[in-house]
């Protein structure tokens, strides 16, 4: 990574797309950030004094894109100050686990987690060194004094970021107190909360009984079978929808869709009760439950989004230690055109009904996605997702979706990050690798220039926000 | 799509290799057109004096890859004017569907299909303003006075296109009168038939029984029995040769292939004339049709075609009201390496055997088609196909065929197309594409100017030519 | 392939990138070779006076990336004097091979084959002009020639080549007499064995029982049961740690892997001395001896490589009559995600233990194989593997693996060759190939030049060493 960024970074090396890249690039390099699907904690919108801790812990013991590669590299978690799960001694002293990803930055040269911290010490916090064994204490003491101040508070980085809506992941029985208290405040802000059941449609969560005992709790719905946890979650999605909610959110290893009876649903829903769900059970459960959450969206407007194929907790050395997401979450091969046909031939047709995919298989994208997407009315592509929330990774994703399915198929870009001063990093890379996508349309005359400033305004600003409903 | 066209457009950014490209586009820019393989409708020259309709007629209504998208963004396919199979009523305005088209134009920024119109209304109908809600009535007006002249019937656009000679593809119960009436009028063109037996050998086609009643009918066989059926297909066979067709087309959703014996065959063909057709029963007479098939061209000599991976009619309501071919059909992943082996061990050592694969999951080039097609003397590589082709489809061919199999393991080009117009066009994209990628080889000396112009020739020409024996 | 290849040979065709990479290249171009996998025969070395036959027993009878371009071609293998089995007869005359060759040289354009052969040609032999009809037997004097001098006995090729190391791959059953012979002749050169037992773990081998024999008579161990049998595989890789090697190699069609208890491996192991064997048995077999083998790694430090998805001797014609290895081998999808998870369970957090995977199947890079490698600590990449050891498989390598593995979860390079006088080309084209694509990081400002620096020279030179302990 360098340590002084060049305007033209990212852009191709051919100086005639380069120059038509950077063109376009001016265009939209200003617009308001459309953040519609996240990980950043409400919290942090919630108290208007909130304040960051250290720069650790800030920027590296909550970020599995970071300690991931140390770790592949042999170096201990708990080295890292990331807490174990049993409350077993980790370093406790900050600078130490800084200076450690510090000595070990060089790793991730030509990654995408070297450039948004880059770009993210440069453009937030004003440091310009690249960040090395020798300067790791001196750059720890630039951003921590920075966070101490009130221009570090969450919200002042909201309008310094220039953030037009931020949308959070929020659990099927979260109460939403701390988007109700920003409510209640009346700051400016436009904070949203997104409807993810994850936990309790999944039979195979840990502790699902306890999350449905936590759901009837918060539904005011006794839920004992399959008729009252469908009440229970339209009940949360009310409440969720009232509450400013857009989407729904919804992850699955595999994009396998069924269509159940009442009364089968109702058998595996009763063995899940009694704690005896199967492998079967799960995947079925799960393929019927996305049709039926379908419905539900075609009845509530809430655009769905669907996650699909990331083997969870690998690494189960890491998972009893450590839990979840910890950087061993790995991805497998998917399958949609049949797996998702019994979904799309009761609800793909419905102008009413959005379904935005995310993948984590590009092998898909040529072959089944942009042909999915550019057919189905209901069905819009995701932006590239996770691992492939990269430099080559959008390209790929231009090159492999757009002949077939056209860019207005697609939800634009989202940023899906938990690790808040990165958002502009992270949009800004889409916005250079657009433009740059597109200044190669140009200069190989494939669209004119009218149509170019079109598409990028389009990729940075406008789909996120028309496929969202924001 | 830029309205006025560059010289140099879909070429590389880069200079050098632009340039180059160039230099060896004008090689080939104007040799004569090979299309060994696609749909029009050789009604078109059967009667000399044949007569485009509409210009929505022409260009909209009968064009999946057209109206797929326009569909895809919710625009009702009756709005377009595209027939219902029950007869209800379309749209019967064909400038109002036009108007709606070109309204949502812009939809095609950066695809072959926007390509391709634009490319066709350039060259074919001298349409230079890029296509809008503006000026749809006016271009409308300009198409449809030029399709009324002589200049636009078909048989003196095969001149104009340059075309030197052009397969049809014709169901094996097909009489081929339009090719008899072609033959019988005198005329120089040259138009060969291509046998297609899917409808006969897919044991699950619609009314399948009625196809073997036809069958019996036309090749004066009565087919009663597994063997009665190998006879009639080895009539057609025999017939489509003497008139002409010097290739056999085949479709399946796999690439698997299975022998059966007489007796087992027999057996399940008895269960298909009852109507008891199991999914299973399906798989294993295709697969061992297929062997059958690649016998009777071994036999024969006719080059054998097969086409894999596509998942016909996935969206049901389409198909209940539109029927086949309505830009519902999705590529699935394919697996060539075992479930050709059997067909393979047979047949591929033959010399005087050619099998032509084609396929919609690019996973397949660079692992299993290109090292297929790099051993076994009979297997060549059709060009990239309907998704793929495209320029980004082509590079990603060339990038990860050529390597491993060779370009004398292809089949160059075909268009394989039912838009009679488009065809200029779509080998246009290929020479320019397949001479960008020369011109890439050559500005990295990989090859040398001598060889690079060899290799563009046969691309562009030569090796569709050698492959379909024509 | 240009007779005279250019100093800029291979490079982006964009004149900042290519400037840029050779500044990286002339940086790398001259450090010495290492050479960690491969198939160089040992006796080669053994004898201080070694020399190669004729032209074509050195570089066309025993390249089946050759002969499997022109077989596909319809040119008899027979014709090309590759020794048939059963001792028929074939071409004896290695001019007449060599000049049916040289007419069908067109064949490799594009090809890596092509590239090396050149590059083998004038770097190694002198030899400028470009190989056809009329220049083959000249050509072919000239090479004669120069072979029978000592400059081309492999030992003064090594110090030519400027060889580090090198390392062959030997049977669990090999008794490395060459190996011995080589450290008995007090030579300078070192040459190291590698431990590849798949021909007494793979099950389903030829004459597995007669492998089991000679296992039994080298290791001294009478191998009667699964337990004798580890104990024979231990007491092997023991003496081939003592004889230098640093590192084993096993092939497996997948990288299926799962525990069985040592009474389930005992009676698949009985079974299979009965000559027994079922599907089920080997590939429980082999996916329950990869955990062993790698707990074995654990004990002994050897490093582990697993080389996947290669199937095996796929057209029967020419296994029967010309054995294996003879191009023949096509590549099939691959599944490392849940495949490998046992293994790495168990032993994928160990600091003691280094596994490195290579695959034929791209897709696998970004999916799998670079998530898992960037987390365990155990998995490293080895570099593109056989049909993809090309610059285009190179590109697309670092495209795909790199931004999720970083460079340091690679093992660099090796040429897996048993053409020796290729070995050079084939590391000139990957430290061209990694020159060029950290050129392209550089321009593009993701990597500044101190950065790439040390990225070029551990791409050609650090990895491999560090990966294998050299």
């Known amino acids: 990574m360098s340590s002084t960024r060049h305007y033209l970074r990212y852009f191709s090396a051919d100086s005639a797309q380069r120059d038509m890249a950077y063109q376009l690039y001016q265009q939209v390099a200003d617009l308001p950030l459309i953040c519609p699907h996240g990980h950043v904690d409400p919290r942090l919108f919630a108290n208007p004094d909130y304040q960051f801790g250290s720069p650790a812990e800030l920027l590296l013991i909550p970020d599995h894109y970071i300690f991931r590669m140390l770790y592949s590299q042999g170096i201990r978690m708990e080295d890292l100050a990331v807490p174990r799960q049993d409350g077993s001694a980790v370093e406790t002293d900050h600078r130490r686990a800084w200076q450690l990803f510090a000595n070990n930055f060089y790793l991730f040269?030509?990654?995408?987690?070297?450039i948004w911290l880059t770009d993210e010490l440069v453009d937030v916090f004003g440091v310009t060194d690249k960040l090395n064994a020798e300067n790791a204490q001196t750059i720890y003491d630039q951003i921590d004094e920075q966070l101490k101040s009130a221009e570090f508070q969450p919200r002042n980085l909201y309008d310094r970021f220039n953030i037009e809506v931020l949308c959070t992941t929020d659990a099927a029985t979260d109460t939403l107190t701390?988007?109700?208290?920003?409510r209640d405040s009346g700051w400016h802000g436009r904070i949203l909360p997104t409807f993810r059941p994850d936990a309790v449609v999944n039979l195979h969560t840990e502790n699902w009984r306890n999350q449905i005992t936590t759901l009837s709790h918060v539904s005011g719905i006794n839920v004992v079978d399959y008729a009252s946890f469908i009440q229970a979650i339209e009940?949360?999605?009310?409440?969720?929808?009232e509450m400013g909610a857009k989407a729904t959110d919804h992850a699955a290893l595999t994009a396998f869709t069924t269509h159940l009876t009442d009364q089968q649903a109702d058998i595996i829903f009763q063995r899940a009760l009694r704690g005896e769900t199967t492998d079967i059970d799960a995947a079925q459960f799960t393929g019927h439950m996305l049709i039926e959450l379908a419905r539900m969206s075609v009845d509530d407007g809430l655009v769905m989004q669907l996650h699909v194929g990331s083997y969870r907790n690998h690494n189960k050395h890491i998972f009893y230690r450590f839990g979840r997401d910890m950087g061993a979450d790995i991805p497998i091969a998917s399958e949609f055109t049949q797996g998702l046909q019994p979904l799309l031939n009761q609800f793909g047709n419905n102008l009413d009904f959005s379904l935005i995919l995310f993948n984590l298989d590009e092998t898909t994208y040529a072959r089944e996605l942009a042909p999915l997407a550019g057919h189905y009315p209901a069905v819009k592509l995701g932006p590239p997702w996770w691992f492939h929330d990269s430099l080559n990774g959008m390209r790929r994703y231009f090159d492999q979706?757009?002949?077939?399915?056209?860019?207005?198929?697609?939800a634009g870009f989202n940023d899906d990050t938990r690790a808040y001063p990165s958002i502009p990093a992270r949009h800004d890379v889409w916005r250079r690798a657009a433009c740059d996508w597109v200044a190669g349309l140009i200069v190989r005359h494939i669209v004119d220039e009218v149509d170019g400033?079109?598409?990028?305004?389009?990729?940075a600003y406008d789909l996120a926000k028309m496929a969202y409903k924001l």
């Open 178 to 182: 701390h988007h109700q208290a920003i």
């Open 453 to 459: 400033s079109v598409m990028v305004k389009a990729l």
């Open 109 to 114: 040269q030509g990654t995408p987690t070297g």
């Open 235 to 241: 009940q949360r999605r009310a409440f969720f929808k």
């Open 401 to 410: 979706v757009i002949e077939t399915a056209g860019i207005y198929n697609t």
